[in-house]
């Protein structure tokens, strides 16, 4: 079945510095959804990408899907100890049935 | 809109007993999806509905695990008998369209 791939499975930066997780694919994704969980939460919804080579911003998260579809990336610009969680990207697959197939997220430390 | 109520938030139980846990999706919402998350295994589906009907329950991981969703505004998820390796955090998430909502999930240890 697809998988999706995210990395790195860990990031430590000091706050202040920049942060990008990347979600990858062997098979072509038919949209890309992320969320983030804080510690001890639950996802919380951020976004959704649907087209190629499509970029959204959201204050200081940039949003990217790639050209042909099997990746995307999230990019974090001067972390703040509030972006601490793990990040998830997630896809609905070929069959787009409504079941989302998440990666095995991200987990961000910043340190202050 | 309150968005998804799960209950319990916790669940402490000793391994044989049933455990039920149950959901609240958010109303219009006509996806329902039961999630269990771990350290090993991080988010997995269980078993999601489409307007009150199963579609899909091959997370389901035996059969000491079943879910109801009897009308469009409740979905139970149960175990029968439980076993320690079932703990874990079990969410529930309600969706139209577009991304999920998860509810804050149930924590369940089996000791």
């Known amino acids: 079945g697809q998988q999706v791939m995210q990395i790195p499975q860990y990031q430590h930066v000091q706050e202040g510095e920049d942060f990008t997780t990347y979600c990858n694919s062997s098979?072509?994704?038919?949209?890309i959804q992320w969320y983030k969980q804080r510690p001890g939460g639950h996802p919380v919804f951020l976004i959704q990408l649907v087209k190629s080579g499509e970029v959204k911003k959201q204050k200081r998260l940039t949003f990217q899907f790639g050209e042909a579809k099997k990746n995307s990336s999230l990019h974090i610009t001067a972390t703040q100890t509030t972006d601490v969680g793990t990040y998830f990207c997630?896809?609905?697959?070929?069959?787009?049935?409504?079941?989302?197939?998440f990666g095995q997220g991200t987990t961000l430390q910043v340190k202050p | 809109d309150a968005g998804v109520i799960q209950s319990p938030r916790h669940e402490v139980t000793e391994m044989g007993q049933e455990v039920t846990l149950r959901c609240k999706p958010i109303?219009?919402?006509?996806?329902l999806f039961w999630y269990r998350q771990t350290m090993m295994r991080g988010l997995e589906l269980l078993i999601y509905f489409n307007n009150n009907v199963p579609i899909d329950d091959s997370g389901m991981p035996e059969d000491r695990f079943s879910a109801k969703m009897p009308n469009a505004s409740f979905s139970t998820l149960k175990i029968q008998p439980s076993e320690p390796r079932d703990s874990a955090v079990y969410f529930c998430a309600s969706s139209y369209f577009s991304g999920y909502t998860f509810g804050s999930g149930t924590r369940l240890t089996v000791v």
């Open positions: 109303s219009g919402h006509d996806y």
């Open positions: 098979t072509t994704l038919s949209n």
């Open positions: 997630a896809d609905h697959g070929s069959s787009n049935t409504g079941k989302l197939i």
